[in-house]
């Protein structure tokens, strides 16, 4: 998933970090040097629709202009991190 805005410099990666841990979702969150944020995640698909339509949203001090998703193969993380 690539989301776009205003996503970086609004702590988007800590909280979509947390979000994934309250859905129980895996996978990692990183900013690009292009100014948008890149997530891959996986999970139980209603909580994955449910994080997905976070991200539409993010934390309040983020402007989400689009996102866009590309369906990946399973990758079964075990855990959600932040890629620095």
């Known amino acids: 998933m690539l989301i776009q805005g205003r996503v970086q410099g609004v702590f988007f990666r800590k909280f979509t970090h947390l979000k994934a841990l309250e859905l129980n979702i895996r996978g ?12 891959v ?17 993010g934390p309040e001090a ?16 075990r855990e959600f991190v932040i890629v620095r």
């Open 41 to 57: 995640a996986e999970g139980d698909p209603e909580r994955l629709q449910r994080f997905i339509h976070w991200c539409h949203e």
């Open 28 to 39: 990692w969150v990183r900013n690009l040097p292009d100014g948008r944020v890149e997530v």
């Open 62 to 77: 983020a402007r989400v202009d689009e996102v866009e998703i590309h369906p990946t193969p399973l990758k079964n993380f």
